[in-house]
């Protein structure tokens, strides 16, 4: 179906949210912190991320961000946030992402987010002042 780049510090909730998620025909690459999931997004572009936020070594927003600036593509892939901390909602609107789960997460719920992440596609957009749309005419 889908490949699905995981990134979670919790070895046991991503070893099960990777089997749930292959078991539903993905294609998942396990990630433990921001740091490797940029490297694999190095290697390859998923069609989608699902991100932890508080990890070590670069945590999940800090990630996101870091999708933005390096590297041209990243900036267009869906992302999902995780997360088990307060206010999950508006750590996924600072990151401008639709999709968020506060954990722990019923399997059939993210089953049904990664779904609509999937046909949507919709990238994150991080909330800030619009491009400037004056051009200078000479």
């Known amino acids: 179906m889908a490949t699905i780049l995981l990134i979670d510090d919790d070895e046991d909730l991503r070893g099960l949210t990777a089997d749930l998620l292959e078991l539903h ?8 912190n921001g740091v490797e999931g940029l490297h694999a997004l190095d290697e390859q572009f998923p ?3 699902i991100t932890d936020v508080e990890m070590p070594a670069l945590d999940g927003p800090a990630m996101v961000q870091r999708m933005f600036v390096d590297n041209v593509g990243r900036e267009n892939i869906p992302v999902l946030i995780v997360s088990g901390a307060e206010g999950v909602s508006k750590i996924a609107a600072a ?11 019923p399997g059939r719920q993210l ?3 990664v779904d609509r992440a ?10 800030g002042p619009a491009p400037s749309s004056s051009s200078s005419t000479t």
């Open 111 to 113: 089953l049904q987010l």
């Open 47 to 49: 069609q989608l991320v």
């Open 95 to 105: 990151v401008g992402t639709p999709y968020f789960l506060a954990k722990p997460f």
């Open 118 to 127: 999937l046909v949507e596609a919709v990238p994150p957009r991080p909330p």
């Open 25 to 32: 025909g993905h294609e998942v690459r396990v990630c433990s």
